[in-house]
């Protein structure tokens, strides 16, 4: 983890920037602090600020902002060129920096007014070829749900519960170990969770999650060790709040005994399964689904409008041009 302490002035009033106005969350700004953290130290490299071999170890915290007012889009393209090249950075992981860099400089040069002119303006994001997300079919989520119901686990109720939430409202992981039991409305069937860029958002509660959440809560201790941990909804073995990790081993564990590939499936598929299931089987709205999952832009919703290649096929046969019988 790089620390706040060996950036220059400029990269930290960007992060707080990022925090107070932005209102980006922790793990974004961590990742900000990261990726402008080495951009910056490549660029000094790059313009052989330093005669370093590794930019890595360069020491940045007295970079001058005269330094930045260099920088053109041909000294961005070195970068993006480095991590394609020396990095094997994918176009999803290239895109992502490419997106801080464009805030970054947004920023310096329209609101902090501390550069010149913006040499990312005209900065291309690389084209993504359209991924079909991977899900469980709905016969391997019920298997799911039943082998973790009916192992031989002591926290069977808790994990049972933590996967019907993960099938049923395609809610992310932060998400799931932040819930409190303050954030649950048993009476209007509801829940509030804090999404991506601390957005609050309303989670409708169906009968199998209120019922696995009612079970939990029936046997959940309530002698919490930790005070912040006292309202967690979900707790670990430690009577804290159950952490990111925790979870995810849960799930690796519970896939494993249904027989189900943990290479190919994890959490965030588990969010990819409910939202697929909800499209294909319930004829949900895309705007609705958008809202669901907490998307800022349709057009990530859309992945989930796939149709499996069973329809595919029945749409095909369906044509009245199909049959050669009938064309004579």
Do not use: W
Request: glycine share 2%; proline share 2%; aromatic share 8%.
């Amino acid at each position: 983890m790089i620390s706040r302490e060996d950036n220059p002035d400029f990269l930290n009033s960007f992060l707080d920037y990022s925090i107070t106005i932005l209102n980006k969350s922790p793990n974004s700004i961590k990742e900000y602090n990261y990726d402008l953290s080495n951009f910056l130290k490549f660029i000094y490299a790059h313009f052989r600020l330093s005669d370093k071999k590794d930019f890595k170890t360069i020491n940045i915290s007295n970079m001058n902002i005269s330094v930045l007012n260099k920088v053109t889009l041909e000294d961005i393209h070195a970068y993006i060129s480095y991590m394609a090249r020396d990095l094997k950075s994918s176009p999803a992981t290239r895109a992502r920096k490419i997106s801080t860099i464009r805030i970054f400089f947004k920023y310096l040069s329209s609101k902090a007014k501390l550069i010149n002119s913006n040499p990312a303006q005209d900065l291309e994001t690389p084209k993504l070829g359209k991924r079909i997300p991977k899900y469980l079919t709905l016969d391997d989520s019920k298997k799911l749900l039943d082998v973790t119901l009916n192992t031989d686990n002591r926290n069977n109720i808790r994990d049972y519960a933590i996967i019907t939430l993960f099938l049923n409202c395609g809610m992310r992981l932060s998400e799931l170990v932040n819930i409190n039991i303050k954030d649950i409305n048993f009476s209007d069937s509801k829940m509030t969770v804090i999404g991506k860029g601390n957005k609050e958002r309303t989670i409708f509660l169906n009968k199998s999650c209120l019922k696995a959440l009612t079970d939990y809560l029936s046997i959940r201790s309530h002698n919490a060790v930790k005070f912040d941990s006292r309202d967690a909804l979900f707790l670990s073995e430690r009577k804290e709040r159950i952490s990111n990790r925790t979870v995810q081993q849960i799930v690796k564990n519970e896939l494993q005994k249904a027989g189900l590939d943990t290479n190919k499936y994890s959490t965030h598929k588990l969010r990819h399964t409910a939202a697929t299931l909800m499209y294909q089987y319930g004829n949900v709205d895309i705007r609705a689904l958008q809202e669901l999952l907490g998307h800022e832009s349709i057009s990530t919703t859309e992945i989930y409008t796939h149709v499996n290649d069973e329809r595919v096929r029945d749409a095909v046969e369906s044509n009245p041009l199909a049959n050669p019988e009938d064309l004579k």
